[in-house]
């Protein structure tokens, strides 16, 4: 609990293989503690942490967080349509309650920018499975507003 005095506590979630074991430099971790000091107002302190492209590893490391006080868990990395890409699905797995919406609203922004962010409602061995509406006006609607891809012709 953060009471006046005391700083509220934010995990920093950095996922990736590479990272967790020293063959790069985390980046991701350090760009979210560099935007939330620019954004918060009130005193806060991050607890970051840095772990491989694992369900079960994700999960538990989200509930340490939690358990040690983190009133907020923000993960970064993970996210892509690769395999071993697990994050949304370990975070689901830990959530007592989802928020729709707001992931809708990450991945529009994401995709204006990075054209790899998580498309597909499901992914399955080597395909993917988008889900839309049943009705014929409604899925041509649905369908338009997929992103192309940049080398997509018109």
């Known amino acids: 609990m953060t009471t006046p005095t005391t700083p509220a506590r934010i995990g920093i979630l950095t996922v990736s293989d590479r990272a967790s074991r020293g063959a790069y430099a985390d980046e991701g971790g350090p760009a979210i503690r560099a935007y939330l000091a620019e954004v918060l107002a009130s005193p806060w302190e991050g607890l970051d942490k ?6 079960d590893t994700i999960a538990a490391t989200i509930r340490d967080l939690a358990d040690a006080g983190c009133c907020l868990v923000v993960t970064t990395g993970g996210t ?25 609203l990450m991945r529009k922004v994401s995709l204006e920018k990075v054209p790899t962010a998580r498309r597909p409602a499901s992914a399955a061995a080597r395909s993917s499975s988008i889900c839309r509406a049943g009705r014929r006006a409604s899925a041509s609607v649905s369908t338009r507003s997929f992103p192309r891809s940049p080398t997509a012709s018109t």
């Open 80 to 104: 892509g349509p690769a395999p071993r890409d697990v994050t949304p699905e370990a975070t689901e797995r830990v959530c007592a309650k989802l928020l729709p919406g707001f992931g809708e």
């Open 50 to 55: 840095v772990v491989p492209d694992d369900l």
